[in-house]
Every structure is written in C-alpha cells, then in structure tokens.
C-alpha cells in the first residue's frame, strides 16, 4: 500500500516499479507471464471495480459481465475463474481506492 497527501507522486511511484516489474519479468525466462491491471477507483462501488477487472479479462468475443443482477461475491468468484482461465500472475494496482464507495468488501 501506497499512501500519501495529492499531488506527491504517488501514481507515478506505481507506474515506474510496474515499468520495472515488467523489465524484470521480461529478462527471466522461467517466470510466469505477468499480467499489470492498473484501475482508477475514484467514484466507483467495489462491484463495479471488479467487473472492469472480468471484462479486460475475458476473451474476445465474450459477452460482457452484467451491469447489475449479480452480487460482488458473484463477481469476486468470476473474476477468479477469469484469472484461473488466463493464467500467469496478476498485479492489481488499486488507484485511489480511498476513494472507493464500498472500500470495506476488499
């Protein structure tokens, strides 16, 4: 976790180690393809978060993840089998999930 006042770097702290992350990664041929989600939270409900995450996920083609119907835990539990499905390790980065309506369910 990254935390700090606006306007201190933050973001750009983040984007530089995933930059780093991802040169890493690329140099050792036994790792696992790396997978950087990048999600802006401000304004959005814990649900919503978790169905950008599934729709970048799914395949092409694929019918989107509903808008509604369906509770967070639906979606967690989806968005899990999307992960399993794509394999590889993913590195969700959460930006200003402070900001998050319903911060609690992570």
């Given at each position: 976790?990254?935390?700090?006042?606006?306007?201190?770097?933050?973001?750009?702290?983040i984007?530089?180690?995933?930059?780093?992350?991802?040169?890493?990664?690329?140099?050792?041929?036994d790792?696992?393809?790396?997978?950087?989600?990048?999600?802006?939270?401000?304004?959005?409900?814990?649900?919503?978060?978790?169905r950008?995450?599934?729709?970048?996920?799914?395949?092409?083609?694929?019918?989107?993840?509903?808008?509604?119907?369906?509770?967070?835990?639906?979606?967690f539990?989806?968005?899990?089998?999307q992960?399993?499905?794509?394999?590889?390790?993913?590195?969700?980065?959460?930006?200003?999930?402070d900001?998050?309506?319903?911060?609690?369910?992570?």
């Amino acid at each position: 976790m990254l935390y700090g006042r606006a306007g201190f770097g933050k973001t750009a702290v983040i984007k530089y180690m995933m930059d780093v992350l991802r040169d890493e990664v690329a140099k050792r041929p036994d790792a696992d393809e790396l997978f950087v989600h990048e999600l802006n939270c401000n304004g959005q409900t814990a649900y919503s978060v978790v169905r950008t995450l599934i729709n970048e996920l799914l395949p092409e083609g694929a019918s989107e993840f509903p808008r509604r119907g369906l509770s967070t835990a639906d979606a967690f539990e989806e968005l899990y089998a999307q992960f399993d499905r794509r394999g590889g390790t993913h590195f969700v980065v959460f930006d200003e999930i402070d900001h998050l309506d319903d911060v609690d369910t992570f």
